[in-house]
C-alpha cells in the first residue's frame, strides 16, 4: 500500500514538474515571439521613417516656390495674364494647364464670352497658367507652354498675350504627347504679333520659368487640386462640366455686377 502511493506520488510529481517545463518553455517562446514582433516593427518602423525623411528631402530640394522671381511685365495679381481693365469691378480668375483637355474644352467654349464681359469694361480675366501637369508630356510642355506665354505677355503686353494664349488652346497638343516645339509656340507668338526676336532667347532659355514654379505653388497652396478652376472676386465656382462651368461663371459675374 505504501508502495503503490509512493509510486503514484512520483508519478504525480513527474507529471508537475513536466507540465512546470513545459508551461516554462512556452513562456520562453512567447517572450522569444514578442521580442522576435518588437524587433521586426522596429526594424519596418525605421525603415518606414527612413523612406519618409528621403521623400521629405527630395521633396524639399525640388519645392523651389519661395524663390524669388521676376514677373512679366503687365502680370496682374502676381500671376494672371490680363484681359479687361484693371478697375474693373469683377474679376474672374482662370486656372489652367496648357497640357490639361479640360481647360482646352472650357476655352473652347468660353473665349468669346469673356472676351464679351471684359470688352464691357465690367471685368477683368485673369488667366493664371500652371505647371502641374508637366509628367504629362515628354518636354514639360507645361511649363515652357506657361514660360512663353509670360514671355509674350513681357515683351509684346496683354494684347498680344491673350491673342497667344487663345491660339495655344487652338493647336492644343495631345496629353502625353511632346507637346508644341519652341520654334512652333513662337511662330504662333509672331502671328499673334510678338517680335520674333525678342522672344526667342526668352523662350528657349526658360527666362520665366521661376516665375512659373512660383505660379503653380500659389495656384496649389490656394487649396486647388485640378485645372480648369475658375474664382469670380475670390468665389470658387463649383461645376460638372465645361458647359456647366460657363453658365455658373456667367450667374456668378451678373451677381456680383448687381451688388
Not at 42 to 63: E, F, M, P, T, W
Request: aromatic residues 6%.
Amino acid at each position: 500500500m505504501t508502495k503503490k502511493q509512493s509510486k503514484a506520488t512520483q508519478q504525480a510529481n513527474m507529471q508537475r514538474a513536466s507540465e512546470r517545463a513545459a508551461a516554462i518553455r512556452a513562456e520562453y517562446e512567447r517572450k522569444e515571439r514578442r521580442s522576435r514582433t518588437l524587433l521586426v516593427t522596429a526594424v519596418v518602423v525605421g525603415v518606414l521613417i527612413l523612406v519618409v525623411a528621403i521623400v521629405v528631402a527630395v521633396q524639399a530640394s525640388r519645392d523651389t516656390t519661395g524663390q524669388t522671381a521676376a514677373a512679366p511685365a503687365g502680370v496682374a495679381g502676381g500671376f494672371g495674364v490680363p484681359m479687361g481693365p484693371a478697375d474693373a469691378p469683377v474679376k474672374v480668375t482662370v486656372y489652367e494647364d496648357f497640357m490639361c483637355p479640360y481647360c482646352g474644352q472650357f476655352e473652347k467654349i468660353s473665349e468669346d464670352t469673356l472676351k464679351k464681359y471684359a470688352d464691357s469694361g465690367d471685368v477683368q480675366v485673369r488667366y493664371h497658367v500652371v505647371s502641374f501637369l508637366d509628367g504629362s508630356s515628354t518636354t514639360d510642355y507645361s511649363t515652357r507652354a506657361a514660360n512663353a506665354l509670360g514671355v509674350v505677355l513681357d515683351t509684346a503686353g496683354p494684347d498680344v498675350a491673350i491673342k497667344f494664349h487663345n491660339a495655344l488652346y487652338a493647336n492644343q497638343p495631345q496629353e502625353g504627347s511632346a507637346g508644341l516645339s519652341d520654334d512652333q509656340m513662337i511662330a504662333l507668338a509672331v502671328k499673334a504679333g510678338a517680335d520674333k526676336n525678342a522672344i526667342s532667347g526668352p523662350i528657349a532659355d526658360l527666362k520665366f520659368k521661376q516665375w512659373v514654379v512660383n505660379s503653380t505653388g500659389n495656384w496649389s497652396k490656394s487649396g486647388f487640386q485640378g485645372t480648369p478652376s475658375v474664382t469670380v472676386n475670390g468665389e470658387t465656382i463649383k461645376f460638372k462640366s465645361a458647359d456647366d462651368l460657363l453658365n455658373n461663371v456667367e450667374t456668378a459675374i451678373q451677381d456680383a455686377l448687381a451688388k
